[in-house]
């Protein structure tokens, strides 16, 4: 025995479920059950510390907590719980969160049943090697027979009907019994005390006081504090401050052992300092090699991100550097924009790591920021036999100067129940997919290999495949190179004068249709003014798309004597603040949504 | 120079459907207490140890011509008394068609009142009842008539605009109070206010109201029939011959002080904005407890007022003097908009000449919020 406790009484293990399945929950009763955390203290749903995670129903960061249970075999376990997010855009930290587990609950709300989520995270877990635990949830719920369910686990992955566990996590029926579950079934971690250190770093934190916390699980050896540590990625060295595990808050030991869960902090500046996925060794005796599975963050998609009111550049650069100090694949630099002013080019794993982004510094920092339409990275080869990777639409060079262009493709993987194939090969095609081949799975679920233009799938293509297959089917997909293509500029013009902020790269053929589409969009976002507002998409100098607003006729009070003054003058400064949110561009003005809005697909 | 007064007159024989105005219908005691409560506070309002000098009054509503002309004698009786009216003063009364007679209308004149500003509306039947008007085409034409033969400064209110209007029905209105020989008219487009009947008859789907461009023609239409006939547009919504242009009006647009009394009046004196309790009877509690009237108030600074100044200059034909404006408030507001003001010229909505920015009539007037609003703060 190295730790505190016997490495066998140690169980690591997430939930996972269709969200509203009552994940939460159930983690605030097994932290009820295992007397971690007075009710007191106890907020809702204690695993999820944003707002914005609450308010969106995503948890954005993995979690983890220790608990300590007496089991009826008189023993006491250690049990790790760890959070894990959901959507495409998180796949990378989702995997390396259920890679620091040993087991998994599949958490099935009787009243909804196996959902597409379900099967999806069931794929995630069982592609961890975990042991999984169904658990059918809500069974106060009497109206619903949870024989109904118990026959879908057995039919749609094998669990025999008795494996499962009941629960309520309203009630707390069944957690005593879903707990020593956990105990019994899920195995203790494998791993050896006296090997070289190897810890996963499956999260990380950044706290304002104490710089980055790396949220580990040691695979192999030890770590303690005053320990001189390495990150296998870089080979970067640092002395280690603390350790400690989260029960719930933050409780300091004098070393996590192999197979425990916890946190390190090291002297890390930033979180770019501690990478989801990368190893930590010891300095001094360096494990051979680190655990599989690391990847580079990578920014997939960038966007410029502009302050509504020019003044405000000083806070957003402030928010930034703020920002970046706590998301590790969250990158930007300056950039300027004849329409916009200055800003920042910036760059996320995907649409909803922008949004979340772009959401959390308008809230955080009380900004009201102009985003533009997000892009993908160019290579574009110049005749002068130059190289250029262009993050900007706006900032690509004159026709005449390219010699060829090309654009990043992604390995996509979609796995979905056989009768999907046909609508998602159909959507793969339409957005310029390469296919590969098709891969049987047990049961009916079939894996399609695609190779797809990143830009492509960027916008709604995940959200496209899920309302395709009613949900059903998951995505994932790395980056494989990038290869040229016949692609081209679409600027748009307003009132003659070419907008940068507006302009987008499309594939040649698509391009006209983009034009087309973006012009009605405009039409549709930018309200009518006093003058008449000509929107036109161009190809170099040919337009190829043209729409036009009739200007406004009329927009006045009528009577303003005595009594109106002060009513009147406030009606229209309200009706002003309403438009703040709009950038001036020459002298017409366009809302903030105008900038998103050209993405939109018809 | 002298300082505007205006008196409000909260009650009417019965409510417009398009009204929003602070007017009701009430009961004979109330509006007795009423009146002896405005007589109070004009007393008091006035009777300070320096009096104001006054260069025009205004008596609005409402209806001001509910009363008898002995009963708004007596409360102009009252202003005269306390305090100094300039020669010649402006003293205006509104009235409606069916509460003046040839002989009500003499006795007001001979009792100082030296304008009249008479609400019409429309001549056309069905759009009076429309708009929930008490008297028909016949009984205005009449009182029309009656107040010219009494006031030498007769003003005419009509509304455009309305649901189901034609431009024929509208040219009818235009060449019948034309055939009136006002010296004034104010025309308004109907403006379909919240928590109006008309607003939810048109929520319903009952009414169907004007396209923007048939209000516009309709707009133009009326202005080329005033210029024909010799009226000069001196406002968004006002025409007169020349030397008839309303001073009481004149001065708010100018964004000069006034006094206001009555339940509702609104007040600008040094920089302050002030309103009084808008219910008659609370207002005529507050006046016989000897409390303050002022139900709200607030002080402008420099931006807001300079805002306000633009904003009611941009009504007039006269237009908003920028550079006087950017003095008083310190901002070089012709640098500031230099952009928008070269386009509104190049559209045609704005002329600029001399450092006073004018909208243009023909198409500047209507779009008058749309430029407001980016002078505003």
Same mark, same amino acid.
């Given at each position: 025995?190295?730790?505190?406790?016997?490495?066998?009484?140690?169980?690591?293990?997430?939930?996972?479920?269709?969200?509203?399945?009552?994940?939460?929950?159930?983690?605030?009763?097994?932290?009820?059950?295992?007397?971690?955390?007075?009710?007191?203290?106890?907020?809702?749903?204690?695993?999820?510390?944003?707002?914005?995670? +609450?308010?969106?129903?995503i948890t954005?960061k993995?979690?983890?907590?220790?608990?300590?249970?007496?089991?009826?075999d @008189?023993?006491t376990?250690?049990?790790?719980?760890?959070?894990?997010?959901?959507?495409?855009?998180?796949?990378?930290?989702?995997?390396?969160?259920?890679?620091?587990?040993?087991?998994?609950?599949?958490?099935?709300?009787?009243?909804?049943?196996?959902?597409?989520?379900?099967?999806?995270?069931?794929?995630?877990a069982?592609?961890?090697?975990?042991?999984?635990?169904?658990?059918?949830?809500?069974?106060?719920?009497?109206?619903?027979?949870?024989?109904?369910?118990?026959?879908?686990?057995? &039919?749609?992955?094998g669990?025999?009907?008795?494996?499962?566990?009941?629960?309520?996590?309203?009630?707390g029926a069944?957690?005593?019994?879903?707990?020593?579950?956990?105990?019994?079934?899920?195995?203790?971690p494998?791993?050896?005390?006296?090997?070289?250190?190897?810890?996963?770093?499956?999260?990380?934190?950044?706290?304002?006081? /104490?710089?980055?916390?790396?949220?580990?699980?040691?695979?192999?050896?030890?770590?303690?504090?005053?320990?001189r540590i390495?990150?296998?990625?870089?080979?970067?060295?640092? &002395?280690?401050?603390?350790? @400690?595990?989260?029960?719930?808050?933050?409780?300091?030991?004098?070393?996590?052992?192999?197979?425990?869960?916890?946190?390190?902090?090291?002297?890390?500046?930033?979180?770019?300092?501690c990478?989801?996925?990368?190893?930590?060794?010891?300095?001094?005796?360096?494990?051979?090699?680190?655990?599989?599975?690391?990847?580079?963050?990578?920014?997939?998609?960038?966007?410029?991100?502009?302050?509504s009111?020019?003044?405000?550049?000083?806070?957003?650069?402030?928010a930034?550097?703020?920002?970046?100090?706590? &998301?590790a694949?969250? /990158?930007?630099?300056?950039?300027?924009?004849?329409?916009?002013?200055?800003?920042?080019?910036?760059?996320?794993?995907?649409?909803?790591?922008?949004?979340?982004?772009?959401e959390?510094?308008?809230?955080?920092y009380?900004?009201?920021?102009?985003?533009?339409?997000?892009?993908?990275?160019?290579?574009?080869?110049?005749?002068?036999?130059?190289?250029?990777?262009?993050?900007?639409?706006?900032?690509?060079?004159?026709? @005449?100067?390219?010699?060829a262009?090309?654009?990043?493709?992604?390995?996509?993987?979609?796995?979905?129940?056989?009768?999907?194939?046909?609508?998602?090969?159909?959507?793969?095609?339409?957005?310029?997919?390469?296919?590969?081949k098709?891969e049987?799975?047990?049961?009916?679920?079939?894996?399609?290999?695609?190779?797809l233009?990143?830009?492509?799938?960027?916008?709604?293509?995940?959200?496209?495949?899920?309302?395709?297959?009613?949900?059903?089917a998951?995505?994932?997909?790395?980056l494989?190179?990038?290869?040229?293509?016949?692609?081209?500029?679409?600027?748009?013009?307003?009132?003659?004068?070419?907008?940068d902020?507006l302009?987008?790269?499309?594939?040649?053929?698509?391009?006209?249709?983009?034009?087309?589409?973006?012009? /009605?969009?405009?039409?549709?976002?930018?309200?009518?003014?006093?003058?008449?507002?000509?929107?036109?998409?161009?190809?170099?100098?040919?337009?190829?798309?043209?729409?036009r607003?009739?200007?406004?006729?009329?927009?006045?009070?009528?009577?303003?004597?005595?009594?109106?003054?002060?009513?009147?003058?406030?009606?229209l400064? +309200?009706?002003?603040?309403?438009?703040?949110?709009?950038?001036?561009?020459?002298?017409?003005?366009?809302?903030?949504?105008?900038?998103?809005?050209?993405?939109?697909?018809? | 120079m002298?300082?505007?007064?205006y008196?409000?007159?909260?009650?009417?024989?019965?409510?417009?459907?398009y009204?929003?105005?602070?007017?009701?219908?009430?009961?004979e005691?109330?509006?007795?207490?009423?009146?002896?409560?405005?007589?109070?506070?004009l007393?008091?309002?006035?009777?300070?140890?320096?009096?104001?000098?006054i260069?025009?009054?205004?008596?609005?509503?409402?209806?001001?011509?509910?009363?008898?002309?002995?009963?708004l004698?007596?409360?102009l009786?009252? $202003?005269?008394?306390?305090?100094?009216?300039?020669?010649?003063?402006?003293?205006?009364?509104?009235?409606?068609?069916?509460?003046?007679?040839?002989?009500?209308?003499?006795?007001?004149?001979?009792?100082?009142?030296?304008? !009249?500003?008479?609400?019409?509306?429309s001549?056309?039947?069905?759009?009076?009842?429309? !708009?929930?008007?008490?008297?028909?085409?016949?009984?205005?034409?009449?009182?029309?008539?009656?107040?010219?033969?009494?006031?030498?400064?007769?003003? !005419?209110?009509? $509304?455009?605009?309305?649901?189901?209007?034609?431009?024929?029905?509208?040219?009818?209105? !235009?060449?019948?109070?034309?055939?009136?020989?006002?010296?004034?008219?104010?025309?308004?487009?109907?403006?379909?206010?919240?928590?109006?009947?008309?607003?939810?008859m048109v929520?319903?789907?009952?009414?169907?109201?004007?396209?923007?461009?048939?209000?516009?023609e309709?707009?133009?239409?009326?202005?080329?029939?005033?210029?024909?006939?010799?009226?000069?547009?001196?406002?968004?919504?006002?025409?007169?011959?020349?030397?008839?242009?309303?001073?009481?009006?004149?001065?708010?647009w100018?964004?000069?002080?006034?006094?206001?009394?009555?339940?509702?009046?609104?007040?600008?004196?040094?920089?302050?904005?002030? $309103?009084?309790?808008?219910?008659?009877?609370?207002?005529?509690?507050?006046?016989?407890?000897?409390?303050?009237?002022?139900?709200?108030?607030?002080?402008?600074?420099?931006?807001?007022?300079?805002?306000?100044?633009?904003?009611?200059?941009?009504?007039?034909?006269a237009?908003?003097?920028? $550079?006087?404006?950017?003095?008083?408030?310190?901002?070089?507001?012709?640098a500031?908009?230099?952009?928008?003001?070269?386009?509104?010229?190049?559209?045609?909505?704005?002329?600029?000449?001399?450092?006073v920015?004018?909208?243009?009539?023909?198409?500047?007037?209507?779009l008058?919020?749309?430029?407001?609003?980016?002078?505003?703060?």
């Open positions: 025995m190295h730790g505190e406790f016997p490495q066998q009484n140690i169980r690591t293990f997430s939930i996972v479920a269709h969200i509203d399945h009552g994940k939460s929950t159930l983690a605030d009763r097994i932290l009820e059950y295992c007397h971690t955390i007075g009710e007191r203290d106890m907020r809702d749903q204690v695993l999820d510390d944003m707002d914005l995670e +609450r308010e969106r129903g954005i993995a979690s983890a907590v220790r608990l300590q249970y007496d089991a009826d @008189g023993q376990y250690v049990f790790n719980l760890i959070d894990t997010p959901g959507h495409v855009d998180f796949n990378y930290e989702v995997s390396r969160a259920l890679k620091s587990c040993d087991g998994a609950l599949l958490l099935v709300d009787v009243s909804q049943g196996v959902e597409a989520q379900t099967v999806a995270n069931m794929y995630l069982m592609e961890a090697d975990l042991e999984i635990i169904p658990v059918v949830n809500k069974i106060d719920l009497t109206q619903f027979p949870v024989e109904t369910v118990l026959e879908q686990l057995e &039919d749609d992955f669990f025999a009907p008795e494996v499962s566990v009941l629960t309520s996590a309203k009630t069944g957690i005593h019994e879903l707990l020593e579950a956990i105990v019994r079934s899920i195995p203790p494998a791993g050896k005390h006296d090997a070289p250190l190897q810890a996963l770093i499956f999260d990380s934190k950044f706290d304002t006081h /104490r710089g980055a916390l790396a949220y580990v699980r040691v695979f192999n050896g030890s770590i303690s504090a005053d320990d390495m990150t296998m990625s870089d080979g970067s060295h640092f &002395d280690v401050d603390e350790v @400690g595990v989260f029960s719930p808050h933050m409780v300091p030991k004098d070393t996590l052992s192999v197979g425990e869960v916890g946190y390190v902090i090291a002297g890390m500046k930033q979180v770019k300092d990478r989801v996925g990368d190893t930590i060794t010891s300095a001094r005796n360096s494990a051979e090699k680190a655990l599989s599975g690391y990847r580079e963050p990578q920014a997939m998609v960038f966007c410029g991100l502009y302050p009111d020019n003044v405000d550049y000083g806070v957003l650069k402030d930034l550097d703020k920002y970046s100090l706590n &998301d694949a969250f /990158r930007y630099e300056p950039e300027t924009s004849a329409a916009l002013g200055f800003g920042f080019r910036c760059g996320f794993l995907g649409l909803l790591h922008m949004e979340i982004v772009q959390r510094l308008e809230r955080e009380d900004l009201d920021l102009v985003a533009t339409a997000p892009s993908v990275v160019y290579r574009v080869l110049t005749n002068d036999g130059e190289v250029h990777d262009i993050e900007n639409p706006a900032k690509f060079p004159d026709t @005449g100067a390219i010699a262009i090309e654009e990043p493709i992604v390995k996509a993987d979609i796995m979905t129940p056989h009768k999907y194939v046909g609508a998602c090969m159909k959507l793969s095609d339409d957005r310029r997919g390469d296919f590969q098709m049987y799975l047990h049961g009916d679920r079939v894996i399609l290999h695609y190779r233009p990143l830009a492509e799938i960027v916008v709604d293509y995940f959200d496209a495949l899920k309302s395709a297959t009613r949900g059903y998951t995505l994932d997909y790395e494989a190179g990038f290869q040229e293509e016949d692609l081209v500029k679409v600027d748009i013009l307003i009132n003659g004068d070419t907008v902020a302009a987008i790269i499309s594939y040649r053929k698509f391009a006209e249709r983009r034009g087309r589409s973006i012009c /009605r969009k405009l039409k549709k976002t930018i309200p009518r003014q006093m003058f008449e507002v000509r929107i036109q998409a161009a190809i170099g100098s040919r337009v190829v798309a043209s729409t607003h009739a200007p406004l006729r009329k927009d006045v009070l009528e009577k303003c004597y005595g009594g109106d003054i002060t009513r009147k003058r406030k009606l400064e +309200r009706q002003k603040e309403g438009k703040k949110r709009m950038k001036q561009v020459g002298s017409v003005e366009v809302p903030q949504e105008a900038f998103m809005s050209i993405l939109e697909l018809d | 002298g300082i505007g007064l008196v409000h007159i909260p009650f009417c024989i019965s409510k417009c459907r009204c929003d105005f602070n007017s009701q219908v009430a009961a005691p109330l509006r007795r207490q009423y009146h002896a409560a405005v007589g109070e506070q007393q008091r309002l006035l009777g300070g140890p320096i009096p104001y000098c260069s025009t009054v205004f008596f609005g509503g409402g209806t001001p011509t509910i009363y008898s002309s002995a009963d004698a007596h409360l009786a009252i $202003i005269v008394a306390n305090g100094e009216l300039d020669t010649p003063a402006e003293v205006s009364c509104e009235a409606n068609p069916d509460t003046v007679d040839v002989d009500k209308l003499m006795a007001l004149r001979a009792a100082g009142f030296n304008r !009249l500003s008479l609400g019409v509306q001549l056309d039947d069905e759009q009076l009842r429309l !708009l929930g008007r008490t008297h028909d085409a016949g009984t205005a034409l009449a009182a029309a008539a009656a107040a010219r033969e009494a006031f030498d400064n007769l003003s !005419l209110d009509i $509304i455009y605009g309305i649901p189901g209007q034609t431009a024929r029905s509208w040219s009818a209105t !235009l060449d019948g109070i034309i055939a009136l020989r006002p010296d004034h008219i104010s025309a308004y487009g109907l403006m379909i206010e919240h928590d109006t009947p008309l607003h939810m929520a319903s789907g009952q009414l169907q109201p004007l396209s923007d461009t048939t209000y516009a309709f707009y133009t239409q009326a202005q080329r029939a005033f210029a024909a006939a010799g009226y000069l547009q001196y406002e968004i919504s006002n025409f007169a011959r020349p030397g008839y242009e309303c001073r009481h009006n004149l001065s708010y100018r964004n000069e002080s006034y006094l206001g009394c009555g339940a509702g009046a609104a007040a600008y004196l040094d920089g302050v904005r002030s $309103i009084n309790i808008a219910d008659p009877g609370d207002y005529c509690a507050a006046v016989g407890e000897g409390r303050s009237v002022i139900a709200s108030a607030e002080q402008l600074d420099a931006v807001h007022r300079a805002g306000e100044t633009i904003m009611l200059a941009l009504r007039t034909a237009g908003a003097d920028l $550079i006087r404006i950017s003095e008083q408030c310190g901002m070089d507001l012709r500031q908009h230099a952009d928008i003001i070269a386009a509104m010229i190049a559209e045609g909505i704005a002329a600029y000449d001399g450092g920015l004018r909208l243009t009539p023909e198409k500047g007037f209507l008058h919020s749309e430029v407001a609003r980016r002078f505003l703060v």
